[in-house]
Each structure stands twice: as structure tokens, then as C-alpha cells.
């Protein structure tokens, strides 16, 4: 599995006060998701139900044991629509700063919308390093219309509809036959209804920091899809990379 991984280059003193600062102001996503877990657990699902998803996950864990670029590598350059049909590029983004690149997998997903609402909340001290947000689904323009009429996020949401990016930066799988006849039987929920007909394909959900020059400074890349990056710890690879320019 893929921990964080993150290059951090602090002057000691200055670094050290706007880190409490940034710790302040930053929400704690995984307690967010703590909350979330305790309140509402879901349908309670037969044993036979909690054998497909172990399997299934297991099985997804087999296909990327190690999900994600790494730290280092060039971050594969893409344009993609955004919920309004406007194409958006990376390369035009890194324009103007560092580029916060997460994939989630779609509006459907509790924890990616907990993530989104963190990464949100969070915008003001990214924008103290320029840095701008990238949030890529496999979902189609017209859900994350829907999406952003319920949640205005103040960030580029962007549609892979042929799944290209998520293969780039290897977040890509196919979801196991047996776990989508289970979403569909057992929570309602159909993806090819929000990826489009037959795409029954998902990201694990990563997060980049990319800096202008196109390297992943920081990356978090899990199977385990309730386990995200911190908004704290992309604050403290922006602070990197602030630092060494």
C-alpha cells in the first residue's frame, strides 16, 4: 500500500509558525470520516453480502498493490471537460501556480463528498501558495452539474469519460462484476446511471501536489477508499515547494 509520501524543506522557525497557523485553520478530514462512520454504518449486510465486498476488495488490491505515481515522477499531462463542458488543461493551471490534483469517484460516494467539502474548506491556505484545485471523476458532466447545484465548490471539477487519466496516474480498475450487481441490489446504486452506459470503472482515490515545473512533490494513493490525504498534509508539501523556489 501506498502511504503519503512527501518532500518537506522547512526554515525552522518561519516554517514552524505557519504550520500551527495552517493547523488551525485546516479541517480534520479523518475525523470527519470518524463521525460520518459513527452516526451512519449503512444497510447492515448479510454475511454473504460482507464476503463480495472482501473479496472484491481484495481482489482490486491484487490488481494495484501499489496505486499511484510517486513522488518525483512527471505528472501525465491532460485536458479534460468540466461540468460545463469547458475543456480545462493541467498545463494551463500550472501556469499560475502549484496544482492540488485529487481523484474521487463520484458524487454517489459519501466520503469523496466529505473529502471535497474538506479540500473546499480548505482553498484559502492553498491559494497562499497559488495553488489551485483539480477534482477528476469518472462521472459524467451532467452529474457533477448536479453535484456543484448542491455543493458550489469553488474548484474545477473534470469528467474522464474514457478513463485515460485515471490509467495515467495508475488509480484505474475495473469494479468486480459480483460488487456492482451488490451496489445495485443492495444500495440502489448503479455507476453506468452516473459514467455512462457499460463503464463500470472507478479511481482508487488519490491526491497530487504538483508544482509548476510538472513534478509530484506529494502523493496518497489508497485501496482502502475511506483513508484520504490530509488537507494539512498537501498544505505542508505546498509549503515545500513554496520554500524552494
Known amino acids: ?38 452516526r451512519d454504518s449503512g444497510p447492515e ?67 469523496c463528498n466529505l473529502e471535497l467539502r474538506a479540500l473546499h474548506a480548505s482553498m484559502p491556505q492553498f491559494q497562499r501558495y497559488d495553488a489551485s484545485l483539480i477534482a477528476v471523476t469518472p462521472q459524467k458532466p451532467s452529474r457533477s452539474r448536479k ?28 469494479v468486480p462484476e459480483a460488487l456492482s450487481q451488490l451496489y445495485k441490489r443492495r444500495f440502489g446504486l448503479d455507476l453506468a446511471e452516473y459514467n455512462g452506459q ?3 470503472e472507478l479511481p482508487v482515490p488519490g491526491t497530487f501536489v504538483i508544482d509548476r515545473q510538472g513534478t509530484i512533490r506529494a502523493a496518497f494513493a489508497q485501496v482502502d477508499y475511506k483513508r484520504r490525504m490530509e488537507p494539512e498534509a498537501i498544505v505542508d508539501a505546498l509549503r515545500a515547494i513554496d520554500a524552494n523556489q
Open 45 to 111: 449486510l448479510t454475511p454473504d453480502e460482507r464476503r463480495v465486498m472482501q473479496q472484491a476488495n481484495e481482489q482490486i488490491a491484487s490488481r494495484l498493490p501499489d496505486p499511484g505515481l510517486e513522488v518525483g515522477e512527471r505528472a501525465p499531462r491532460f485536458t479534460l471537460p468540466n461540468a460545463f463542458g469547458k475543456p480545462v488543461s493541467l498545463d494551463e493551471q500550472l501556469e499560475s501556480g502549484p496544482v492540488v490534483l485529487t481523484f474521487y469517484r463520484g458524487a454517489w460516494c459519501p466520503y
Open 147 to 174: 453535484q456543484l447545484a448542491q455543493d458550489p465548490y469553488a474548484f474545477q471539477v473534470l469528467s474522464d469519460l474514457d478513463s485515460k487519466v485515471m490509467k495515467a496516474y495508475e488509480l484505474y480498475f475495473e
Open 198 to 200: 457499460d463503464r463500470y
Open 1 to 38: 500500500m501506498r502511504t503519503l509520501i512527501t518532500m518537506i524543506l522547512l526554515l525552522a522557525l518561519a516554517g514552524s509558525g505557519l504550520a500551527e497557523q495552517d493547523a488551525v485553520d485546516l479541517p480534520d478530514l479523518g475525523a470527519a470520516i470518524e463521525r460520518y462512520q459513527a
